[in-house]
């Protein structure tokens, strides 16, 4: 009979401290770190690169129309002597300068 009493003994405490050992394990399992192994990371953002080449090719494009027609500008304006409308065309010449390069200036960045 002493044997039966200390087995319910150490179950009544077993069954006393099972709740806390399983929250403890619970609590502790959860906050070790978790390894991801993300394989499709080119799939996310291959259409935002996309995206990126478009604007930039649109970009340099219309660069591209804003410095052919500041040339015009400025011969006209050459050939009229008139130097604040030379000045207007030199700025615009210097824009579409930029926006046509603005790819290679990207890329001598680092961003594209």
């Known amino acids: ?8 003994k150490k179950q009544n405490r077993l069954k006393k401290s099972l709740p806390g050992v399983l929250a403890v394990s619970a609590a502790t399992v959860s ?3 978790q390894t991801v192994m993300a394989s ?9 690169m996309n995206l990126k080449t478009l604007v930039i090719s649109i970009i340099g494009a219309v660069g591209v129309i804003i410095l052919a027609k500041n040339v015009m500008e400025f011969a006209q304006a050459y050939q009229q002597q008139d130097s604040s409308s030379m000045n ?17 200036v990207l890329t001598f960045l680092g961003i594209s």
């Open 31 to 33: 906050l070790f770190p």
């Open 40 to 48: 499709g990371v080119s799939d996310v953002t291959q259409p935002l």
């Open 1 to 8: 009979m002493k044997i039966k009493e200390v087995i319910r």
């Open 88 to 104: 207007s065309a030199i700025k615009g010449i210097v824009a579409g300068l930029i926006m046509a390069a603005i790819s290679s």
